[in-house]
């Protein structure tokens, strides 16, 4: 079993590709923020539902602050069974890391153990300066699985929500998809994308791509008529 569920910090999710529409923005600055070492702040901690684009600023942020270089990336909804099976804690494993990126913390088992190993990570790079990240469904009082200190710690730090639900955000979100590949996205197709689709991130990416493919494989141009054969679901 693995003692902690590394993730690769992507280079694709950068700031630079990250959509900033209303939902997110406030988000996005405290990010930004964080990367600066003038601001002074250590902690950021966002929450939202699933598909809003959660982990995409976290590795954003963690590939800025150079967590592709070692950084500690842990998934809590992969955690494994036994985080000492490995015979080393989460300090001792990463206690050479640049930063710590924590996501879905929400997912988090409801176990001491578990518990306990967090917390002491966290403090372990709180103490040395070291920048922290971490991402949940819900606000920090609202975390059942956490230690309570780790909880209360958090809201110290810099707090934002994300919901690119409306249809706003999901516009602005086709358009950069859209302008990234140079590739026109009539307004009437992101019309009934909007309608057709379901409203997190990650369905609304999904309806793009295939309405792309579909274009690339029967050689026509994006269109109205082309995205009613079949793109997007109810």
Same mark, same amino acid.
């Given at each position: ?113 578990? @518990?306990?190993? %967090?917390?002491? &990570?966290?403090?372990? /790079?709180?103490?040395?300066? =070291? +920048?922290?990240?971490?991402? *949940? ?60 689709? @379901?409203?997190? %991130?990650?369905? &609304?990416?999904?309806? /793009?791509?295939?309405?792309? =493919? +579909?274009?690339?494989?029967? *050689? ?15």
């Amino acid at each position: 079993m693995q003692l902690a569920f590394d993730f690769p910090v992507a280079p694709r999710y950068s700031f630079d590709n990250f959509v900033v529409c209303n939902g997110n923005r406030t988000a996005f600055e405290f990010a930004r923020r964080l990367t600066d070492p003038s601001a002074g702040e250590s902690v950021l901690y966002i929450y939202g539902p699933p598909g809003s684009g959660k982990s995409h600023l976290l590795m954003a942020t963690g590939e800025r602050l150079g967590g592709g270089e070692g950084g500690a990336a842990l998934s809590c909804g992969t955690l494994a069974d036994d985080v000492a099976s490995r015979g080393e804690s989460l300090v001792e494993r990463f206690q050479e890391a640049p930063v710590l990126l924590v996501d879905d913390i929400d997912l988090l088992p409801d176990q001491r153990r578990r @518990r306990e190993e %967090l917390w002491h &990570l966290y403090n372990e /790079f709180h103490s040395s300066g =070291r +920048r922290i990240v971490v991402t *949940g469904a819900v606000p920090p009082r609202e975390l059942t699985s956490v230690d309570d200190h780790l909880g209360s710690r958090l809201l110290w730090g810099l707090v934002a929500r994300m919901d690119v639900s409306d249809d706003d955000s999901r516009r602005l979100i086709l358009k950069k998809l859209a302008d990234d590949r140079q590739i026109l996205l009539p307004d009437d197709v992101i019309a009934y994308l909007l309608v057709h689709t @379901r409203r997190d %991130l990650q369905s &609304l990416m999904d309806a /793009f791509e295939t309405l792309v =493919r +579909r274009s690339l494989t029967v *050689g026509r141009k994006i269109s109205l008529r082309l995205v009613r054969g079949g793109v997007g679901s109810d």
